[in-house]
């Protein structure tokens, strides 16, 4: 037999004295401890109705009869918010803050009935399960189709009373925002303690079954070195040309120069950073001011570069670094404005809990009208009781506190991490290990290794030096000459002499830096994130293709351009996805114009034609052949780069 408190929890027999006491959360009125009374005056009796719907009267706890009248208070305060209830099809009365059926006996929602549209189409019963935000554990909704138009029980989840953060709810403080925020910017931690991909402790570690194809490129190379040199030497009595020595490290002192002034540029982040911090710049310039001055950065630099007659090959290292540092400072700047909104978000959160606290001790010192004892001296006498606008007042008052105090908890953790706090963080020391992580994304504090290992620094520098031999020798011996001749040959010969080169330039190019350099820069700083790349040599199609191949990048235009488009400028998914992949275009074209000194736009139009080849590639057809799009892929990357470098090399050799 199972007991349920009737509608009038709120008054109560003691059954050892002839005292009564009154069931509410404050008391009658006596300056005595209510909860220190009513635990002192033992079990109570409490009218209770059986599952035969008999009225019984039984002990209850004082701790029990408190809860139950708590739960039956806070619910009874949440339908009393409005003067009208809405009516769903049958009848019954819905609760406005769930839309849960009111059960009319009790007053207490039984159930949350199921709107969504799309688990209105035929079929079985579906189980959903959803985690929480936090790793809280997921719960399991059963949901069936309508029959005629009418909700079948299975829509109808019972048993304990859940909110639901959906757009029908009218948040009190933004709760359900918040929470797709924190969907969006749990993307944003994505730190962890990885390996490199292709690094040979990784592979022997997990033992990859494709390690000896890893052991035979590079023996490969090492063939391909030999006989180049030894042909060169055979045919022009010297092991390497000179011509592209010449062009790299011709009048390379004001390349040296200029990269010592744009290093020590960035140190004026600092002192900026301090004016944020301090409160120098108002809340409402904090944005425009960080984007200001990087502008300004920014044109100086590249204006720079335009100005000097340095060659194609140091123009381009200028202008990629001076990209990156963009990047990383700004990535710093908006990390600092971000833990400023969010330090003065915490203040007035602060703030506005000492206020709610005054005001619900105000509420509790005013003195309360006692019932009248001669009502309830017999267990049996019912009452209906009237909710208080003291009472509501102080529900809204406690859930507004208790709102208060998990947004105040959420905005302090998000100030420190780790042993790191906001605004200890801005400081020069901290400013300087950050530009030499090797990241572009800024965080309070990083996943770092126990210690520095020497012998992999040395094997990385070895390896660097190494592949950018290779680099040399192949742009001197197979990419030079046809560039040479590009006045006499036809643009579909100079396009497939220069497909296998290209090829293999843009494989080592891609080593040397993800695989050697980064993880140089990682084990001098103790980075323990070395997955500077996920395997992009098996891509199906192009954006996943970019996600993979250069995740420094891709962090920074996933945090910074598109879930700031997001979350900021309110633009959809797809919208901002649109504008990611036009600013990287326009970036990419900007280095191909500097390098060419004239603006022909040919690799931001064949980027911009990957948009119709990632829809191609999604295609139901193609993505059930993964060998297919894999294929494709792989086709478009080898005749890109020579189309490019013969788009953009033919007038410049020409001239």
């Given at each position: 037999?199972?007991?349920?408190?009737?509608?009038?929890?709120?008054?109560?027999?003691?059954?050892?004295?002839?005292?009564?006491?009154?069931?509410?959360?404050?008391?009658?009125?006596?300056?005595?401890?209510?909860a220190a009374s009513i635990l002192s005056s033992g079990p109570v009796l409490e009218t209770m109705v059986t599952s035969e719907g008999k009225l019984v009267t039984a002990a209850v706890h004082p701790d029990q009869q408190q809860q139950m009248q708590h739960q039956q208070e806070q619910h009874r305060w949440r339908r009393t918010m409005s003067r009208e209830e809405q009516q769903p099809r049958g009848g019954s009365a819905r609760c406005r803050e769930c839309g849960g059926v009111v059960d009319p006996a009790s007053g207490t929602a039984v159930g949350d009935v199921d709107t969504d549209d799309e688990d209105e189409e035929d079929g079985d019963e579906e189980e959903e399960e959803?985690?929480?935000?936090?790793?809280?554990?997921?719960?399991?909704?059963?949901?069936?189709?309508?029959?005629?138009?009418?909700?079948?029980?299975?829509?109808?989840?019972?048993?304990?009373?859940?909110?639901?953060?959906?757009?029908?709810?009218?948040?009190?403080?933004?709760?359900?925002?918040?929470?797709?925020?924190?969907?969006?910017?749990?993307?944003?931690?994505?730190?962890?303690?990885?390996?490199?991909?292709?690094?040979?402790?990784?592979?022997?570690?997990?033992?990859?079954?494709?390690?000896?194809?890893?052991?035979?490129?590079?023996?490969?190379?090492?063939?391909?070195?030999?006989?180049?040199?030894?042909?060169?030497?055979?045919?022009?009595?010297?092991?390497?040309?000179?011509?592209?020595?010449?062009?790299?490290?011709?009048?390379?002192?004001?390349?040296?120069?200029?990269?010592?002034?744009?290093?020590?540029?960035?140190?004026?982040?600092?002192?900026?950073?301090?004016?944020?911090?301090?409160?120098?710049?108002?809340?409402?310039?904090?944005?425009?001011?960080?984007?200001?001055?990087?502008?300004?950065?920014?044109?100086?630099?590249?204006?720079?570069?335009?100005?000097?007659?340095?060659?194609?090959?140091?123009?381009?290292?200028?202008?990629?670094?001076?990209?990156?540092?963009?990047?990383?400072?700004?990535?710093?700047?908006?990390?600092?404005?971000?833990?400023?909104?969010?330090?003065?978000?915490?203040?007035?959160?602060?703030?506005?809990?000492?206020?709610?606290?005054?005001?619900?001790?105000?509420?509790?010192?005013?003195?309360?009208?006692?019932?009248?004892?001669?009502?309830?001296?017999?267990?049996?006498?019912?009452?209906?009781?009237?909710?208080?606008?003291?009472?509501?007042?102080?529900?809204?008052?406690?859930?507004?506190?208790?709102?208060?105090?998990?947004?105040?908890?959420?905005?302090?953790?998000?100030?420190?991490?780790?042993?790191?706090?906001?605004?200890?963080?801005?400081?020069?020391?901290?400013?300087?290990?950050?530009?030499?992580?090797?990241?572009?994304?800024?965080?309070?504090?990083?996943?770092?290794?126990?210690?520095?290992?020497?012998?992999?620094?040395?094997?990385?520098?070895?390896?660097?030096?190494?592949?950018?031999?290779?680099?040399?020798?192949?742009?001197?011996?197979?990419?030079?000459?046809?560039?040479?001749?590009?006045?006499?040959?036809?643009?579909?010969?100079?396009?497939?002499?220069?497909?296998?080169?290209?090829?293999?330039?843009?494989?080592?190019?891609?080593?040397?830096?993800?695989?050697?350099?980064?993880?140089?820069?990682?084990?001098?700083?103790?980075?323990?994130?070395?997955?500077?790349?996920?395997?992009?040599?098996?891509?199906?199609?192009?954006?996943?293709?970019?996600?993979?191949?250069n995740k420094p990048v891709h962090e920074f235009l996933l945090r910074h351009v598109y879930l700031e488009s997001i979350t900021t400028y309110k633009l959809t998914k797809r919208s901002a996805s649109f504008v990611t992949f036009f600013l990287s275009s326009c970036l990419h074209e900007l280095v191909m114009s500097v390098l060419a000194r004239r603006v022909r736009m040919y690799l931001f139009f064949m980027q911009m034609t990957q948009l119709p080849l990632i829809l191609l590639a999604r295609w139901s057809r193609v993505r059930k052949r993964p060998r297919v799009g894999n294929a494709l892929f792989w086709l478009g990357l080898c005749l890109g780069p020579p189309l490019l470098?013969?788009?953009?090399?033919?007038?410049?050799?020409?001239?």
């Amino acid at each position: 037999m199972s007991l349920t408190p009737t509608t009038s929890p709120n008054h109560h027999t003691n059954a050892n004295t002839n005292s009564t006491t009154h069931g509410s959360r404050r008391g009658s009125g006596s300056t005595k401890d209510p909860a220190a009374s009513i635990l002192s005056s033992g079990p109570v009796l409490e009218t209770m109705v059986t599952s035969e719907g008999k009225l019984v009267t039984a002990a209850v706890h004082p701790d029990q009869q408190q809860q139950m009248q708590h739960q039956q208070e806070q619910h009874r305060w949440r339908r009393t918010m409005s003067r009208e209830e809405q009516q769903p099809r049958g009848g019954s009365a819905r609760c406005r803050e769930c839309g849960g059926v009111v059960d009319p006996a009790s007053g207490t929602a039984v159930g949350d009935v199921d709107t969504d549209d799309e688990d209105e189409e035929d079929g079985d019963e579906e189980e959903e399960e959803e985690a929480g935000e936090n790793g809280n554990r997921p719960t399991t909704r059963y949901r069936k189709k309508k029959k005629n138009g009418v909700m079948d029980k299975g829509s109808v989840k019972s048993g304990t009373h859940r909110r639901r953060s959906s757009s029908r709810r009218s948040p009190q403080n933004g709760q359900p925002y918040q929470q797709q925020h924190q969907r969006l910017l749990l993307r944003k931690n994505a730190f962890h303690p990885r390996p490199s991909p292709l690094d040979w402790d990784n592979l022997s570690a997990t033992h990859n079954p494709m390690m000896g194809f890893f052991t035979l490129f590079w023996i490969t190379m090492s063939i391909y070195m030999v006989s180049v040199l030894y042909q060169n030497y055979v045919t022009r009595g010297i092991l390497v040309g000179h011509g592209l020595f010449w062009v790299m490290f011709h009048r390379s002192l004001p390349l040296i120069l200029s990269e010592l002034a744009l290093i020590l540029s960035l140190f004026v982040n600092v002192p900026l950073a301090k004016l944020l911090v301090n409160g120098y710049v108002p809340a409402r310039l904090l944005v425009p001011f960080q984007h200001t001055y990087q502008t300004v950065w920014f044109a100086f630099c590249i204006g720079w570069v335009l100005s000097q007659t340095w060659s194609w090959t140091q123009s381009g290292f200028f202008t990629i670094h001076v990209i990156a540092m963009l990047m990383k400072q700004h990535s710093y700047m908006a990390s600092v404005v971000e833990c400023v909104q969010k330090r003065k978000r915490l203040g007035k959160c602060m703030q506005r809990m000492d206020e709610v606290a005054a005001e619900l001790k105000r509420l509790e010192d005013q003195p309360r009208t006692p019932l009248d004892t001669n009502e309830q001296t017999t267990p049996t006498t019912t009452t209906t009781p009237t909710t208080s606008t003291t009472t509501r007042r102080e529900h809204q008052l406690e859930i507004e506190w208790q709102t208060l105090k998990e947004t105040a908890l959420t905005l302090r953790s998000s100030l420190t991490k780790g042993a790191t706090s906001f605004p200890s963080n801005v400081t020069f020391a901290n400013f300087v290990d950050y530009l030499l992580v090797p990241t572009l994304v800024y965080e309070l504090e990083y996943p770092r290794t126990s210690e520095i290992r020497w012998a992999f620094v040395a094997e990385k520098a070895l390896g660097t030096i190494g592949v950018m031999m290779i680099l040399y020798v192949t742009i001197e011996h197979y990419v030079y000459p046809v560039l040479n001749e590009l006045g006499r040959l036809s643009f579909l010969e100079s396009t497939v002499k220069l497909m296998l080169p290209f090829t293999l330039c843009y494989m080592l190019i891609f080593f040397v830096i993800f695989e050697f350099i980064c993880n140089f820069f990682a084990e001098l700083t103790r980075f323990a994130d070395r997955e500077f790349y996920e395997d992009w040599w098996n891509a199906l199609t192009f954006d996943e293709y970019a996600r993979k191949w250069n995740k420094p990048v891709h962090e920074f235009l996933l945090r910074h351009v598109y879930l700031e488009s997001i979350t900021t400028y309110k633009l959809t998914k797809r919208s901002a996805s649109f504008v990611t992949f036009f600013l990287s275009s326009c970036l990419h074209e900007l280095v191909m114009s500097v390098l060419a000194r004239r603006v022909r736009m040919y690799l931001f139009f064949m980027q911009m034609t990957q948009l119709p080849l990632i829809l191609l590639a999604r295609w139901s057809r193609v993505r059930k052949r993964p060998r297919v799009g894999n294929a494709l892929f792989w086709l478009g990357l080898c005749l890109g780069p020579p189309l490019l470098a013969v788009g953009y090399c033919r007038e410049h050799f020409l001239n």
